[in-house]
Every structure is written in C-alpha cells, then in structure tokens.
Antibody
Framework: QVQLVESGGGVVQPGRSLRLSCAAS????????MHWVRQAPGKGLEWVAV????????YYADSVKGRFTISRDNSENTLYLQMNSLRGEDTAVYYC?????????WGKGTTVTVSS | DIVMTQSPDSLAVSLGERATINCKST????????????LAWYQQKPGQPPKLLIY???TRESGVPDRFSGSGSGTDFTLTISSLQAEDVAVYYC?????????FGQGTKLEIK
C-alpha cells in the first residue's frame, strides 16, 4: 500500500544539525513532488518545503530558508530534510507528504526537539 | 504570500447537527485558465497526521463520507459537515496550493456540544 515513513528525529541542542528521512513505498516516487510540513506542540500545521519530482526545483518557508535543505534520492525512494542551525522554534513533529498540489498521502511524522 | 484565515477557531455542535467552517484567502486561489480553485481541506485527529478530505475546493477524496462537502470560490470557502458524528471530532485545516508558500489556515477545533 501507499506509505510514507519518516525517521531521524530526536533531541538536539540549539545550533546543531539533524537530517530527517522519509521512505516512500507503494507509488512511483520519482513521479511526484514531495513536501515537508511541521507542527509545533499544540499548534497548527506549518508548510516547510517542497521539492519537484526530479529534484530540480525547491522552495522553502521563510522561517527555514538558508538553514534547511530539502533533497531526494529517486533511486532509493527517499526524501530528506537537512536541518542546520537548529533553534528552539524548530521543535515540532515533521511530516512528509506526497504532492498532487494538495497532499493525499502523509507519513505519521517524526519528532524533533531542540533543547539544551 | 497568500494568508489563509479560518473561522471560527473552535466550534461545538450537537450530534446530528450541521457544522460549518469558513476559510478566507488574502488573494484569489481560482486559476482562470482551468477554472479550478486550488484549495484543500484536511482533518486531523489527536496523535494522527492530517487526512485529506476535499480538494479543488469541492471534490471529495475517495473514501470520505458524503456528509463532508466543500464549497466556495475565489477567496471564500466553506467546509460543511451535514450531520455531525462522534468520529468527526478533530481539527480541520484549509490549505491553498495555488502557489508557494503552501499556506494552511490556523485550524478549527470541532467538538461535540
């Protein structure tokens, strides 16, 4: 079945880095753009970044621009989010989601906590 | 950037009654070349990821009960649950996919009265 599974979350100190992964299965990963969306504790959904199906086009929320990098490996059916210079306000559950304009498939999320 | 604003922030409705959630965008999400509104609705239950309910403002996703409907065009949209069931308790979000950043509304928490 169609599935997205995030991994790589954890507790990290401010200023450090973390890389999230999202493993896709059940659909032709290389045909779809992919998003990262996050949700801080008790808060709403915040769109973070999108990457085109071929990885050639990437867009970021202003809140993460210059610190986060979205990438993908279509040979491994995996989406990544490299997060550098992490801040307390980056603490959130991070979801990957398949792009059809709207997002019809979401992973269960991975939790990132930025704390000293 | 397009900003999405939902109203109300929270809503309590009796079982079997109608629930209505509104979503307003700061600019039109209607693409004139195809006459489609680039607006989606999601449902999120506690501890779960969002679930797609409606896309193109009014197209129900496969498997979504027909008590859920979406309407509106341009900048003003509505999600209606015609007869509230206990399992509909959740937070509902609208999202525009007309351009990036792909903004979400702040969410509307729906509870049972």
């Amino acid at each position: 079945q169609v599935q997205l599974v995030e991994s790589g979350g954890g507790v990290v100190q401010p200023g450090r880095s973390l890389r999230l992964s999202c493993a896709a299965s059940g659909f032709t990963f290389s045909s779809y753009g992919m998003h990262w969306v996050r949700q801080a504790p008790g808060k709403g959904l915040e769109w973070v970044a999108v990457i085109s199906y071929d990885g050639n086009h990437k867009y970021y929320a202003d809140s993460v621009k210059g610190r986060f990098t979205i990438s993908r490996d279509n040979s491994e059916n995996t989406l990544y989010l490299q997060m550098n210079s992490l801040r307390g306000e980056d603490t959130a559950v991070y979801y990957c989601a398949k792009d059809r304009g709207y997002s019809d498939v979401w992973g269960k999320g991975t939790t990132v906590t930025v704390s000293s | 950037d397009i900003v999405m604003t939902q109203s109300p922030d929270s809503l309590a409705v009796s079982l079997g009654e109608r629930a209505t959630i509104n979503c307003k965008s700061t600019q039109s999400v209607l693409y004139s070349s195809n006459n489609k509104n680039y607006l989606a609705w999601y449902q999120q239950k506690p501890g779960q990821p969002p679930k797609l309910l409606i896309y193109w403002a009014s197209t129900r996703e496969s498997g979504v009960p027909d008590r859920f409907s979406g309407s509106g065009s341009g900048t003003d949209f509505t999600l209606t649950i015609s007869s509230l069931q206990a399992e509909d308790v959740a937070v509902y979000y609208c999202q525009q996919y007309y351009n990036t950043p792909r903004a979400f509304g702040q969410g509307t928490k729906l509870e049972i009265k």
